[in-house]
């Protein structure tokens, strides 16, 4: 679930059912002052042309620290040129920030200094979270 999913916009808070309501806590729509909309890695109606591409980015790397440590280089993460083009173009997640995380956490990197294509997971598993012809089309000829 992206952020924001369950509710929708803040807007749209009053006219939730009251079981909706009582289900979180009686006062939670009443304390509200504000909101941060965090928009996910896919791109989106408000977007410019390319912001998503940022979101994407961000995620990514810190992803990348967490999930596959051993391609860290202090701040820095090898990465194969054409993985880090696919993972950053391609459409849409189906699951957004989780389907990134998914395909890294199914990615055989085991004993790799550098995530390249060769680590991806199989097409049958990359289609749970993106259009897999898309992506590896994205690494180009």
Known sequence: ???????????ELKH??????????????SRL???LDVRGINPSPEDG????????????HGLLGEIIPNIVLGD???IGEGVLHALLTVGQYKHGTRSLESILRMSNTRGEHSFTQSCLPSA???DLHVDSVELLRAFGP
């Open 124 to 126: 049958p598993q990359l």
């Open 1 to 11: 679930m992206e952020a924001g999913e369950e509710f929708g916009p803040p807007d």
């Open 33 to 35: 002052r504000g909101f």
């Open 49 to 60: 042309e390319q912001q998503h591409l940022i979101r994407r980015a961000v995620v990514l």
């Open 76 to 78: 820095a993460r090898s």
């Open 16 to 29: 939730l059912p009251e079981e909706k309501k009582a289900a979180k806590h009686p006062g939670l729509v």
